[in-house]
């Protein structure tokens, strides 16, 4: 049976409704060689295929990260990757037919619980796209919760997280101030802070709480979450976060994975799906999708996110990865990573580096280099397979730490430096 979704007719009525004579008219402003055909090579037999993938591949250099701003590079075990190639988790989506789907569930539901026990809040969603539109995700929250409509940032929040937020509050027609009154929807802190430092948050959650606002917190590097405070216990009302950390490999930006926690009088608030734990009518424990008169399929533009599709298969690799990790494994992560940073520091300062960090810092920190050095400084060190940080004005630089970064990489690294200078 033949089914076509328009006609000719159909075409023509619609071309004249809009004013147009044929569809190429829609297209007329693009460039001529767009609409050339693609210059293609021929087809390969799988031998010939998987040749020409391993020459492209060997084009790839490793190198040694001591770059994070945001992407983390942390030992994954094995075991995540395979276990999420299974054909029973092996979908971006949260499944909807509960009754053919307990196994996911079941995985996002432990998701929502680590997230909550980490963060130290009540209730978690099942994941969003990644952290900065959490962020994004979280301010509309607050602005829906409240009514309000200004936002207070305080200083030290990734760039890249800002200009996010920026395109997400001139949609929803919210300002960005610098001071906290009575028309301030919520104040946002990243702790640690995008140059590493920890923040003391409880005085910033009292002073929003004080207008009537929201605090939220958000976590960049979550595996900092095994050793610090959890927000949840300083004041925070919203936590908010990217969980790349948690199983997922530095890979040209994506996918990633958001994550968000809210204390339980929010919860008609948060956005995304939602898992559940209930019983059947035999007492059978069973795992579902709630509380969904809250979303948009079903509250439509009065919802306070349009997000549907999220990014489950992240979200169960990083579930996978705690569960793998446990209690002791995660803290000795951050343990780890902590220690490297500080070491790191520690011997540049020794030969010549500014520490500009004032307060404690977790993995990351930023230096300023002898005053020139730094452009030839990092080109030294990228020519001998070294990412030794992310370059910011006037000598200045931001250098990370994890579990990978051993003592003797560590030591490669400031004799390097040593060379160049």
């Not at 900065?132 to 409240?146: D, G, I, K, M, R």
Request: glycine share 8%; proline share 4%.
């Amino acid at each position: 049976m033949n089914y076509s979704p328009i006609t000719e007719n159909d075409k023509e009525e619609m071309l004249k409704r809009i004013g147009v004579r044929s569809i190429n008219d829609l297209i007329m402003d693009l460039k001529p060689s767009l609409n050339e055909k693609l210059d293609l090579s021929k087809p390969m037999s799988e031998l010939e295929l998987v040749e020409h993938l391993r020459n492209i591949s060997q084009k790839n250099k490793i190198m040694k990260y001591f770059i994070g701003a945001g992407a983390y590079n942390h030992y994954i075990p094995s075991a995540v990757h395979h276990l999420i190639m299974r054909g029973e988790f092996l979908t971006g989506y949260t499944p909807y037919q509960a009754e053919m789907n307990q196994g996911t569930l079941h995985t996002m539901y432990e998701f929502q619980s680590f997230i909550c026990l980490l963060t130290g809040m009540d209730i978690a969603n099942a994941s969003l796209y990644e952290g900065s539109s959490a962020l994004a995700e979280a301010v509309l929250l607050c602005s829906s919760y409240n009514g309000r409509n200004c936002i207070c940032i305080k200083e030290g929040l990734n760039p890249q997280y800002l200009e996010v937020l920026k395109t997400y509050c001139e949609g929803a027609d919210l300002k960005i101030v610098n001071e906290i009154n009575n028309k301030t929807a919520c104040v946002i802190a990243q702790n640690p802070d995008f140059y590493g430092s920890i923040e003391n948050l409880q005085y910033v959650a009292e002073q929003a709480h004080k207008v009537g606002a929201l605090f939220i917190t958000c976590v960049v590097e979550p595996t900092s979450l095994a050793i610090l405070e959890p927000p949840g216990n300083y004041g925070a009302d919203i936590v908010v976060g990217e969980g790349q950390s948690f199983g997922i490999p530095v890979n040209f930006g994506g996918p990633y994975l958001g994550f968000m926690a809210v204390k339980s009088f929010l919860l008609k608030k948060i956005p995304g799906r939602i898992c559940g734990m209930t019983t059947d009518s035999k007492g059978n424990k069973g795992f579902v999708l709630t509380f969904q008169a809250r979303e948009q399929h079903i509250r439509r533009e009065r919802a306070t996110s349009n997000i549907t599709t999220n990014v489950a298969l992240m979200a169960i690799a990083s579930t996978i990865y705690l569960a793998l990790m446990g209690r002791k494994g995660l803290i000795n992560v951050a343990k780890l990573s902590y220690s490297r940073a500080h070491l790191l520091q520690n011997k540049l300062k020794s030969i010549g580096f500014e520490a500009l960090n004032k307060k404690p810092f977790y993995n990351e920190f930023y230096m300023k280099a002898p005053s020139g050095s730094l452009e030839n400084i990092s080109s030294n060190l990228l020519k001998n397979g070294i990412l030794g940080g992310l370059d910011l004005d006037e000598d200045k630089i931001l250098i990370c730490c994890t579990e990978l970064n051993t003592v003797q990489d560590i030591e490669s690294y400031v004799s390097l430096l040593k060379e160049t200078k």
